[in-house]
């Protein structure tokens, strides 16, 4: 990235950086590109590309539906519950 192209991203941002910031920026972008040549520079034409770093499996099940619990079971939990529904504190006015 040059001072051309950061005065641009400034502009579209609409950032106002200050020299000490724009020399820091440069220098942060001037060390991305470094570490990224380095990168293409490894030969990897024998390594097999990969999605994750860990094997994933999916693991499936049949779809049905159950009820696991009770409305009882449930209401028990609630801090108070009328007529079969749970109560809660009122929010709005």
């Known amino acids: 990235m040059d001072q051309e192209a950061l005065k ?3 502009r579209l941002n609409k950032l106002r950086l200050t020299e ?3 020399a820091a920026m440069l220098d942060y ?3 991305q590109r470094r570490e ?4 293409h520079a490894v030969n990897t034409e024998q390594v097999e590309r990969m ?3 860990m094997p994933m499996t999916n693991i ?6 159950s009820q696991p619990f009770t409305r009882e079971e449930l209401q ?3 801090p108070e519950s009328y007529d079969g529904y749970w109560q809660v504190p009122r929010l709005v006015d």
């Open 8 to 10: 641009r991203l400034e």
């Open 20 to 22: 000490e910031e724009t």
């Open 29 to 31: 972008f001037q060390m």
């Open 36 to 39: 990224l040549e380095s990168l």
């Open 51 to 53: 999605v994750h770093v």
């Open 60 to 65: 499936i099940r049949e779809d049905k539906a």
């Open 76 to 78: 028990e939990g609630a």
